[in-house]
C-alpha cells in the first residue's frame, strides 16, 4: 500500500512537472538505453576515432599556431635588427656625406681664395705695366714736345749756353718723373 501510494504519488508529480505518466517517462528512458546500446555497439568506436583524430588535429594546429607564433617573433627581432643596424647605417652615410661636403666646402671657399689673391696680384701687376707704359710714353712724349721746342728755340736763339740749360733742365725733370 505504500508503495502503491508512492508509486501515484509519483506519477501525479511527475505528471503535474512534466505533463506526461510514468510509463511514458519508462518508455523513453528503454528507448534512450536502447538507442546507447546501439550506438556504443556499432558507432561508439568511430565516434571516439572521430574524437580523437579531431583532437590531434586540433592540438597539431595549435602546435603549428604556436611554432609560427615563435617564428614570427624571430623574424620581427630580426627585423628590427636590421632595421636598427640599417638606421644606423644611414646616420653613419648621413654623417659622412655632412664631413665630406664641409670638407669640399673648405677646398672650394680655400681654392676661390687663391685665385682671388691670384687675380688680384695679377691685376696689380698688369696696373703697374700699364703705369710703367704710360710713364714711358709720356717720357717719350716729353721728349718729342722738348726736341721740337729746343728746335724752334735754337732756331730763334743760337745762343748754345741758354740751350744747354733747356736741354739740362728738360732732363732733370724727365729723371724726376
Known sequence: ????????????SLGLLLGVG???ILIQLGGTLVL????????????TEFIEKRRAYMDEELFKAEAMKLEAALVKANADEAYETLRNSVSKTIEDAKLRAHKEEAEIIGKAKSEAQRLKLE???EVELEVQKA???IKKE???VATVLAGKIIQK??????YANWVE????EVKQS
Not at 736763339?157 to 741758354?162: C, G, R
Not at 733742365?169 to 732733370?172: G, Q
Open 1 to 12: 500500500m505504500l508503495a502503491e501510494t508512492l508509486k501515484n504519488f509519483v506519477e501525479e
Open 36 to 47: 546507447f546500446l546501439v550506438i556504443r555497439k556499432f558507432f561508439w568506436k568511430n565516434l
Open 123 to 125: 691685376a696689380e701687376r
Open 142 to 144: 716729353i721728349v718729342t
Open 22 to 24: 510514468l510509463e511514458e
Open 135 to 137: 710713364q714711358d710714353q
Open 157 to 162: 736763339e743760337l745762343d748754345e749756353k741758354k
Open 169 to 172: 733742365e728738360a732732363t732733370n
